[in-house]
């Protein structure tokens, strides 16, 4: 199936049904990161389906493990007359959009470091705030102690603040490794087992990458009409209720 390659641009740009996807994507691309390290980004936060109506027609989209399945109409999934975008494509095209400035809004770019550090406060603050007594006896992540007060809107926004210095970034780093290698051999450190310290700490070494600059004229993306596909509908209906 032959689609105008702005179209597939404008699927490109839609973000898979993940919050803030532009402004995380921007973020990897900025680290230096390799097509192969970007394509698995995309693949691991895409999900679901998406329509689109351009000049050109109406297109279904579905974000599959291979790729991005396109199609005309209302559904994409299981054709097979489906043009498939591989994640390593999209990968490349999203790359050199963001070279021609063709890609996020300006705003979007300006942000994206600043959204960077609040999501990466807002998860080491969770952890914080789950470590069980025994790890708060054993004073675990003490660097963080003189954060409290004023609710996790106010803790987390001076936390991503204090990681923009540099200085407590390695205190933290230290203590975040010392934590998650403990946390291996003794999962009683945390009240609920489903954070991953270790992702953690390595977003917080990613905070010292040095950082690629993109810029645009672009006040916001192209605007485009979209429409929920029949992909998304069965999908819908077909997910295990909350009682399941």
């Not at 597939?8 to 049904?17: C, K, P, Q, T």
């Not at 007594?133 to 609710?151: F, I, N, P, V």
């Amino acid at each position: 199936m032959s689609i105008p390659q702005a179209d597939i641009d404008h699927i490109l740009r839609m973000e898979g049904n993940a919050d803030y996807a532009r402004m995380k994507i921007a973020t990897e691309f900025s680290k230096g990161k390799s097509v192969e390290e970007i394509a698995a980004f995309l693949q691991s936060s895409f999900h679901g389906g998406n329509g689109v109506v351009t000049e050109n027609g109406r297109y279904s989209a579905w974000y599959a493990e291979d790729g991005i399945h396109i199609a005309n109409g209302d559904a994409a999934r299981y054709l097979t007359s489906a043009k498939v975008v591989s994640w390593q494509e999209a990968a490349e095209r999203i790359g050199q959009l963001l070279e021609q400035g063709e890609y996020a809004a300006n705003v979007e770019l300006a942000e994206a470091p600043g959204h960077e550090r609040t999501e990466l406060a807002q998860s080491i603050w969770y952890l914080r705030q789950d470590l069980s007594e025994k790890a708060r006896a054993q004073g675990y992540l003490s660097c963080l102690s003189d954060m409290r007060g004023g609710g996790f809107p106010d803790e987390t926004e001076r936390l991503a603040e204090r990681l923009t210095d540099p200085a407590f970034r390695v205190t933290l780093s230290g203590e975040l490794a010392q934590f998650s290698a403990a946390y291996e051999q003794d999962r009683s450190l945390m009240r609920f087992n489903f954070h991953k310290p270790y992702q953690i700490w390595q977003g917080l070494q990613e905070l010292n990458l040095p950082r690629k600059e993109y810029s645009t004229e672009m006040a916001e993306i192209p605007a485009v009409q979209r429409f929920i596909t029949e992909d998304e509908i069965c999908l819908l209906y077909t997910s295990p209720s909350p009682r399941d």
